[in-house]
Antibody, heavy 121, light 105 residues
Framework: QITLKESGPTLVKPTETLTLTCTVSGFSVSDNGVGVGWIRQPPGKALEWLSLLYWDDDSRYTSSVKNRPTTAKDTSKNQVVLTLTRVGREDSGTYYC?????????????WGQGIQVTVAS | SSALTQPPSVSVAPGQTARIPCEADNIGRTNVVWYRRKAGQAPVLVITFDGDRRSARFSGFTSGNTATLTISRVEAGDEADYFCQIYDISSDQYVFGTGTRVAVL
């Protein structure tokens, strides 16, 4: 069974760095063709794709959050980490970790439960 | 890229058909997939453009500026938020719809 689970702080202060970890099971983050990404949903707004990190370390990022998100994977722990620098209140929301099982299939076949993050002082 | 436009809510009686539109300029030229998120649960993929579907009661059609998810023979368990999603190949971005809450009367 494929699962993804997000972990990290639920409260972050403005200007700080948010670090979220996605721990996956049922597959490896280094499986050929696989991508692990992050999607968020601010309160009352649409889902917003943030990033996608592929098995070969190729990475893609949203154009709407300039130069703030980065992702990295730890193959030994089967984890992908999202780092979002200089957070502001607009970064509050539910963050989902997602899997793209095949880089040629441009959708997300499995989602984590999500983690609620609030940016406040 | 701006979010795709969906109506905030759709209400449907049990046994009837629910149709959920997802609108954007020339969306008919892209491939659209749909997700469902039930209260307190993770979103799940319900239908892809190449025919993979979670249930035979789900179908999708895209033409012009509108993609439509159709849920046939609606059941109480279909109550959820539904989201469309495309991949914009020109910008290498994934774009989601604003989401539609389906209420079963």
């Amino acid at each position: 069974q494929i699962t993804l689970k997000e972990s990290g702080p639920t409260l972050v202060k403005p200007t700080e760095t948010l670090t979220l970890t996605c721990t996956v099971s049922g597959f490896s983050v280094s499986d050929n063709g696989v991508g692990v990404g992050w999607i968020r949903q601010p309160p009352g707004k649409a889902l917003e794709w943030l990033s996608l990190l592929y098995w070969d370390d190729d990475s893609r990022y949203t154009s709407s959050v300039k130069n703030r998100p980065t992702t990295a994977k730890d193959t030994s722990k089967n984890q992908v980490v999202l780092t979002l620098t200089r957070v502001g209140r607009e970064d509050s929301g539910t963050y989902y970790c997602v899997r793209q099982g095949d880089s040629r299939r441009r959708w997300f076949d499995t989602w984590g439960q999500g983690i609620q993050v609030t940016v406040a002082s | 890229s701006s979010a795709l436009t969906q109506p905030p809510s759709v209400s449907v009686a049990p046994g009837q058909t629910a149709r959920i539109p997802c609108e954007a300029d020339n969306i008919g030229r892209t491939n659209v997939v749909w997700y469902r998120r039930k209260a307190g649960q993770a979103p799940v993929l319900v239908i892809t453009f190449d025919g993979d579907r979670r249930s035979a009661r789900f179908s999708g059609f895209t033409s012009g500026n509108t993609a439509t998810l159709t849920i046939s023979r609606v059941e109480a368990g279909d109550e959820a938020d539904y989201f469309c999603q495309i991949y914009d190949i020109s910008s290498d971005q994934y774009v989601f719809g604003t989401g539609t809450r389906v209420a079963v009367l």
